[in-house]
């Protein structure tokens, strides 16, 4: 069986001005369908780039994106983004139900189905009281869970997830951990999720790829074999998450060390 | 309890005051006055049910306010659809852009004997000219706005294929509208002033042509009601705007009053 989606020899330069950024040098990773995958890296390894050449918004100089076989050239409807700006991504003018809404409108659903999907989503993420607010009424948690929300009310193949919980402090961040992990657990959904904190990605992933300083290549895929039921008090004290934590952290380490820093 | 009571007589007396405290020091200056060019403010008060009939409003107030709105509306399409196109594309703003700053330097009156060689006296004439000044802040206006659209928005929009029209209607022209509510609003003053100054000309009818007769027939009180009339028309017409703009910019103005307060 394919995986359902597969990064090959992904390569991103970006040029201009004279300057010359190899952002991504060779990515080559795979996601198979149902599976939480945890991007790693240091911060300003490009996986914002990453991320945005798999969602089809940037186009990447080499290699391919395949989603279920056919390959990415443009934002493919079977993929939604959950970008880490929340506040830059929900729509102000438009309550929480409207901005959760619009994607499906542009799927040309029936208002019942509209209706069921935008109900269901938000009761999902714990939000169905707050449908008539705007998003700007809502703490930056709520803002983030609504963002939530309307991906999953697109019921995508796959979900992107660019750093989401970066912008949130840190007690709302374990709760939005939870929720993506128990989203993920009862609908079944792909998800590729990229943070700059390896103990989200440990605690979050099944599988963790760690990404080499820019310019980036895989520096390691590694299984997480943490029980399935994860919880933020248990978890995070087990001795086989500091393993994993700590192997992580050391590659991560190397990967800093090993590539000449670039200046980014 | 009564607080929301309270603060509504309290609103309403910030409102008022300042126009009692002028009214009362024009009424006190010129109360006797013999100056003919500047009557006692009770000669206009008097004057003014007398000049001001239903008779004219219908045959003077109601054609300019026509004529604005003629000239305000049409300037508004134009200005949103070209302020549309010049804001999303970078090619077209660097053509555009010079002409543009040109064209908006130069006084809209000046226009006037030059439409009225295209355009005749009528009132065609009239509306071109309160048009071709109204369009500027819009257009400018629309295409700040438009080119103003977040990045983050852009891309979420286009991941989860809101392009075209929806991506139009829902996101940029949203997007771009407390900008696009200040051009419109420049261009309501505008459009006021236009309108007085295109029926100086050639007119036949009017509120600027009614001011004009009694200023020429030495009719001075009857002169100052019509400047009264035109503040109030004024006065009006922003009054209907910043409702409107409360109800489309609700949003924003919700937003930059949470904002502050985080």
Known sequence: MHALLEVSGLRKVYEGSGRRVEAVRD???????????????????????????????????????????????????????????????????MRVRDNVELPLKQKK???????????????????????????????????????????????????????????VDAQTRA???????????????????????????????????????????????????????R?????????????????????????????????? | MSGGLKGVLLRLLFVVSLPLVLVTAWWLASDDSTDVYWPPLRTILTAFPDVWTG???????????????????????????????????????????????????????????????????????????????CVWPILLNTVEGVRAVDSVMSETARSYGITGTARLRNVVLRSASPQIFAGLRQ??????????ISEMFAASNGLGFTIVQFQRGFAIPDMWTGILVLGLLGFALSVVFRLVERRVLGWYHGLRASSRRS
């Not at chain 1, 803002?143 to 660019?162: G, T």
């Not at chain 2, 261009?187 to 309108?195: K, N, R, T, Y």
């Open chain 2, 187 to 196: 261009a309501l003053s505008i459009g006021i002033i236009l309108m007085v």
């Open chain 1, 231 to 264: 919880d933020q008090l248990h978890t995070r004290v087990a001795p086989r998450f500091a393993e994993l934590r700590t192997h992580v952290y050391e590659q991560i380490q190397a990967a800093k060390r090993g590539v000449p820093l670039s200046k980014d």
């Open chain 1, 175 to 229: 709760d939005l951990e939870d929720l993506v992990r128990g989203l993920w657990r009862e609908r079944g959904i792909t998800i590729l999720f990229v943070t700059h904190d390896i103990d989200e990605a440990v605690y979050l992933g099944e599988r963790v790829l760690i990404l080499s300083a820019s310019p980036t290549v895989v520096q390691e895929q590694l299984k997480v074999d943490l029980p399935v039921e």
């Open chain 1, 27 to 93: 990515l080559t990773f795979t996601v198979d369908a149902g599976e939480l995958v945890c991007l790693v890296g240091p911060s300003g390894c490009g996986k914002t780039t990453l991320l945005k050449c798999v969602a089809g918004l940037l186009n990447p100089t080499a290699g391919e994106v395949l989603l279920g076989g056919r390959p990415v050239s443009g934002p493919p409807p079977g993929m939604a983004v959950v970008f880490q700006e929340y506040g830059r991504s929900l729509f102000p003018w």
């Open chain 2, 55 to 133: 008779e004219r409003l219908r045959a003077d107030v109601l054609p300019s306010v026509l004529r604005l709105l003629a000239g305000y509306t049409s300037a508004a399409v134009v200005g949103l659809a070209l302020g549309t196109v010049i804001g999303s594309y970078r090619r077209v703003r660097a053509v555009c852009e010079p002409v543009l700053e040109f064209l908006r330097a130069v006084p809209p009156p000046v226009l006037v004997p030059v439409i009225m060689l295209f355009a005749g006296i009528g009132d065609t004439m009239k509306i071109a000219v309160i048009a071709s000044g």
């Open chain 1, 109 to 167: 659903l029936s208002r019942s189905r509209r209706r069921e999907l935008v109900d269901d989503a938000l009761t999902s993420v714990g939000l169905s009281d707050a449908a008539g607010a705007y998003p700007w009424q809502l703490s930056g948690g709520m803002q983030q869970r609504v963002a939530i929300a309307r991906a999953l009310a697109y019921e995508p193949d796959v979900l992107l997830m660019d750093e989401p919980f970066a912008a």
